[in-house]
């Protein structure tokens, strides 16, 4: 979903955020991306589980610790210290994480309990962004779950019971996904009571989905539960090769991974990551408004930050 943050950004003005890691000619002015790709909410990539990602959220975070403590103990003298806090406290910090850890897990053993495991990723988010909180970050903008059950990759997968709703996704799937959705609602909701000085916003993207998925003609879309990018078969999802893969002999045929002649038909890239026509759309529901609740206009919180402090606007991103 990186390139969503991607056009957002841009939307907003500001050239595209470098991660954290970039040590050689980074650029943080506008702000610091320490999104790490495959990463989950809970600890699991840090523990060195199944999943691809190489920082999970409570590292990312602890990234952000470090980052900041070094830029407030370079700023020479109080006043500089103060004016680079303050810069903080502007800052809009924005998530997109959770997915991963259903991607990754979830109705792969018997006895996955989805109440169980939804309510121990919403228990690691909700301690990154208390931590965040306490290091004086005051607007945030945390993005949900898309429909996983839509996903090609989900589709082409034996994983789950077998249940289909009426547009063809995978119903179990989607179940645990409206139960993140709705829990991570009522955590915002949570948060603003115990927080009232902050600002609590949900980026409703899964809406900006399934509405897609289950109007494709709405976005001239023809192939809404299929891989623009990929081996094959009915979702063109092989396991074996992945789009961008090496071609390899899988049950003595040759298979190679192949991309569609018309992006616009598609809304799914490889597996799970959205087309760029489709991302820059997502990016507008953010940009706009229109899916954050509650309503929160970012292009007049930059400015206005902007306006302030020409010298020093940020975003920040985890996820």
Known sequence: MIDCLKYAVEGIGYSYLD?????????????VNFASSGSTARNSTAEGDDSAGLFCLLV????FREYQAS?????KGLHEQMRVKKKFADSIYFFETGSNDY???AFRTDDYNPTLEVNTTLTYMKRALEVLYGLGARTFVVMNVTPLGCAPSVLNSD???????????????QELVELH???LTSLLEHLRNEHADAEWVLFDAHS???????NPSKYGVVYPFKACCGAGGRYNVNSSVLCGGSPMYVDGKYVQWTKCEDPTQYIIWDTLHPMEWFAYYIAEGFLNGTHLSPSFNILERVNAVKLSRTDYDFITSAG
Do not use: E
Not at 60 to 63: A, E, S, W
Not at 164 to 170: F, L, M, N, V
């Open 60 to 63: 990312q975070v602890d990234q």
């Open 181 to 183: 959705n709705q829990r």
């Open 103 to 105: 991607s990754f897990n």
């Open 159 to 173: 994983v789950g019971n077998g249940t289909y709703d009426a547009y063809g996704c995978k119903a179990d799937w």
């Open 19 to 31: 991660p954290y890691l970039k040590s050689i000619n980074g650029n943080f002015t506008n702000g």
């Open 71 to 75: 830029m407030i103990l370079n700023a």
């Open 208 to 214: 900006i989905f399934l509405d897609a998925y289950h």
